[in-house]
């Protein structure tokens, strides 16, 4: 099993450009779910999906997801601003109450 | 709102002792969870303790949890070199959130 796979691990783009950070996991796991890792602000949670077909947003404006099947969760930056300069994490799970979070490498994205 | 915090550095000798302390603000968490990342990875986990429980051992890793004061350590024994790492506290209220804390900069030095 490759586990969390997250592409591209770095990229800079400029303000107003749009991207999808890709994320794919071969665990057959239900949830699966976006954070942004910022210096002295921890993990803070963008997106999270329980299943296939399903996405709940956590934080307003700026990104875009969609689950259209098990494996793949990409996150879409509509129109970059340097605010969004960050590390983003996925991660996954299975169902199973208290089973652990799986995290990709992360993807090093900077807005200019 | 759920809220957990850390202090941001830990620096000790090889051989010595960790005591990485977190606090929480939720008092419905069921579970609370000590991750580790390393420099360039994500993150995984080392161990969990659930809500009911005070302590829980895992070979050199000892948690210890004070529900009343909503309080959480990670303590490592005989540190290495290769524990330095950034770790990270995080708390699970609903089912499918969790929170993490800001993690704590952890340096080894020889």
């Known amino acids: 099993n490759a586990g969390v796979t997250q592409t591209p691990k770095f990229h800079i783009l400029k303000t107003g450009q749009s991207m999808t950070l890709q994320c794919a996991q071969d665990?057959?796991?239900?949830?699966m779910s976006w954070y942004r890792q910022d210096p002295g602000m921890g993990l803070r949670l963008i997106y999270y999906s329980a299943a296939a077909g399903t996405t709940d947003k956590e934080v307003p404006n700026g990104y875009n997801v969609s689950r259209l099947n098990t494996e793949d969760f990409p996150l879409r930056l509509v129109s970059a601003a340097p605010s969004q300069t960050s590390v983003y994490l996925c991660?996954?799970?299975?169902?199973?109450?208290?089973?652990?979070?799986?995290f990709g490498n992360g993807t090093r994205l900077t807005v200019t | 709102g759920e809220d957990v915090e850390q202090s941001l550095f830990l620096s000790v000798r090889e051989g010595d002792s960790s005591v990485i302390n977190c606090t929480y603000t939720d008092s419905s968490s069921t579970y609370l969870y000590w991750y580790k990342q390393e420099p360039g990875a994500g993150l995984q986990l080392l161990t969990y303790?659930?809500?009911?429980?005070d302590m829980k051992q895992d070979q050199r890793l000892t948690v210890l949890l004070n529900k009343k004061d909503k309080h959480l350590s990670l303590r490592i024994a005989d540190t290495q070199t290769g524990d330095s790492a950034i770790y990270f506290c995080a708390e699970r209220g609903g089912f499918q959130k969790l929170v993490f804390g800001t993690g704590t900069r952890l340096l080894v030095s020889p």
């Open positions: 303790i659930f809500s009911n429980m």
């Open positions: 665990m057959n796991h239900g949830y």
């Open positions: 991660a996954s799970r299975n169902r199973v109450c208290n089973s652990p979070l799986h």
